[in-house]
């Protein structure tokens, strides 16, 4: 152990292990780090007083005057010039302050000490004025390279140190990519750089899932017995790996979709509500449940190659869904229908108004009487980087570009392995005749660590009156699930005056099935019109009274050629004129 002490503090603290290994204190590290940087900053401002003096317009002024003063940090008035030995007059009996004050007036000199020629003009002598902007960037570049100089010229302990203090995995590439010295100090710590980086970035209750999503995205070729791996390693709570870093960055940068989603997610549902932030509670149940979507996607997402050997809706059950609690299951359920509302915005706009589309009868009606749409299904599994991508396409052309009408599978993804818990073979009985003990042994237990019972009560509440102790993804609760009910903590639910009863279906009495049949008999009216254009040659974007932005195809005339029978030679003369006459 070395320890080092400056003026009564620990300026660092290295432990060493063995060749190239060390485990060091990093608040230390900073004071000592600190510390050299003010060092680098008086050089610096030495520096620049230096180059003041040689290259101002103003130098022949200013070499005459002691302005060193500039640096003491006693002096703090006129009068302790003079009791620290300064003069305030040059050998030119210039006035050192009527000097300082005119660059000060043109902008010459900042209070932080660098140096910003703008208008030197005023200075009187404007033909001596030569500021050139080469001069500017090359004192910009000298301040850069005395930083740079600074970092690779520390310790290396310290220099890993504010590697792992980093704010993301691409910030760290780009700096150890920038020196060839930096990226060998971070090559001897590159796990656990990588790995400190992470946890603050995505927290240290997300490190062990990370750990198997992150394998879960090298599947390939796909296989069966890879993805009852990658759930074996979930059961297990697999031990964060051994980070590399394309690994970290695959991680790093999907986390910061799960960000925008969250984001997205909170202001979406909390819009109403008091308080409108997220506890972190809250924030970690709704990352969490985005990983394990993503998760989903990777394992089950329908896959081309993939035709005959992929997990039934029955298997997914059993093998994934069986592992979470119901109201973890819940949690999912409320995730795909926010992504599932959110990407509607983008496909609706072009189902409803492209004419291919109009012309394959792709249906985008997304009420929540037509939930297993397969298209938006399949472009639901592609998972969060491209959904994010849709999600931030505000032009028709861009979600034209992103969308596709061609399906990897007939099925209805996770949609169908969430409801296919319905069609279970848990006893007929509902979650309120249990009794408590029965029901705490019978309801599965969760697979996430749960600080807050809100989740649980709010799931009990919703589903006192089902079928089986274990039932999610109602589709009569697709309400509750908008609100993402089983999302929050206990303090913001228990403000919910529907809380405090018994819940009852409001389906009934908000569905409007007049409303649905009339925009059910508008969409079909739109495909007839969209297949009508389509065989003129209309192409592109479509709507009711507007076909101003249709791309008409040259239309191709089918020139049919003259029979050369001899035995009809008159027939044969009227086509041919008539073939010359189309010809042209």
């Not at 870093?245 to 991680?251: G, K, R, S």
């Not at 505000?394 to 596709?404: P, T, V, W």
């Not at 206990?490 to 005056?497: E, G, K």
């Not at 089918?558 to 009809?568: A, G, L, T, V």
């Amino acid at each position: 152990m070395r320890t080092s002490i400056v003026g009564g503090a620990i300026v660092a603290t290295v432990f060493t292990l063995g060749p190239g290994a060390s485990v060091f204190a990093l608040a230390p590290i900073y004071e000592k780090f600190a510390r050299g940087q003010m060092r680098a900053e008086k050089k610096e401002k030495k520096d620049m007083e230096n180059e003041l003096l040689e290259k101002s317009v103003h130098a022949d002024k200013l070499k005459q005057a002691d302005s060193r003063w500039l640096w003491n940090t006693n002096v703090k008035s006129l009068k302790d010039l003079e009791d620290e030995g300064y003069s305030l007059k040059g050998r030119s009996t210039e006035d050192l302050l009527a000097v300082v004050r005119q660059g000060e007036t043109a902008g010459f000199v900042r209070s932080d000490g660098s140096v910003d020629p703008q208008d030197v003009t005023q200075f009187g002598n404007s033909d001596e004025s030569t500021t050139s902007e080469t001069s500017e960037e090359s004192e910009d570049s000298a301040l850069s390279q005395s930083y740079f100089n600074t970092l690779t010229s520390l310790p290396p302990e310290i220099t890993q140190a504010i590697f792992c203090c980093l704010p993301d995995v691409a910030s760290l590439k780009s700096l150890v990519l920038s020196h060839s010295s930096l990226y060998h100090v971070y090559l001897d710590a590159e796990s656990l750089v990588l790995g400190e980086i992470l946890r603050r970035q995505i927290g240290s209750e997300m490190i062990s899932f990370a750990t198997v999503l992150s394998k879960s995205y090298n599947l390939r070729p796909w296989s069966k017995a890879g993805v009852l791996d990658i759930l074996s390693r979930l059961h297990e709570r697999e031990a964060p790996m051994l980070w590399t870093l394309p690994q970290a960055l695959c991680v790093s940068q999907f986390h910061t979709h799960v960000e925008f989603f969250v984001a997205g997610f909170a202001v979406a549902k909390l819009a109403d509500e008091t308080p409108k932030e997220l506890s972190s509670h809250e924030k970690l149940r709704i990352t969490r449940s985005f990983y394990l979507f993503e998760l989903y996607c990777n394992l089950f997402r329908a896959r081309k190659s993939v035709k005959t050997d992929r997990f039934s809706a029955e298997e997914q059950r059993d093998l994934f869904f069986t592992r979470f609690a119901p109201w973890e299951n819940e949690q999912l359920g409320c995730i795909h229908d926010y992504l599932f509302e959110q990407f509607c915005i983008a496909f609706n706009d072009v189902a409803e108004h492209d004419i291919e589309w109009g012309e394959s009868r792709i249906d985008y009606i997304d009420d929540y009487d037509f939930p297993d749409n397969i298209y938006k299904e399949h472009h639901l599994s592609l998972g969060l980087a491209y959904l994010r991508q849709v999600a931030t396409a505000q032009e028709y052309d861009q979600r034209l570009d992103l969308i596709h009408p061609n399906l990897a599978s007939d099925y209805c993804f996770l949609f169908e392995g969430l409801m296919k818990q319905n069609a279970s073979d848990e006893p007929y009985l509902v979650l309120e005749d249990y009794a408590t003990t029965d029901r705490d042994n019978l309801i599965r237990k969760p697979f996430f660590a749960e600080h807050d019972n809100g989740p649980i009560e709010a799931w009990s509440w919703a589903h006192a009156n089902s079928n089986g102790v274990n039932s999610y993804f109602r589709e009569d609760q697709h309400a509750l699930r908008q609100e993402g009910y089983v999302m929050w903590d206990y303090s913001r639910i228990s403000q919910w005056h529907c809380f405090h009863g018994r819940w009852h279906d409001q389906a009934d009495a908000t569905h409007d099935g007049e409303e649905l049949r009339r925009r059910l008999a508008a969409m079909v009216e739109s495909f007839d019109k969209r297949s009508e254009v389509y065989r003129r040659g209309g192409r592109g974007w479509w709507s009711s009274g507007d076909e101003s932005k249709i791309k008409w195809r040259p239309r191709v005339v089918e020139k049919i050629e003259p029979d050369r029978s001899f035995s009809k030679k008159e027939r044969f003369i009227e086509e041919m004129k008539a073939w010359r006459a189309n010809f042209k």
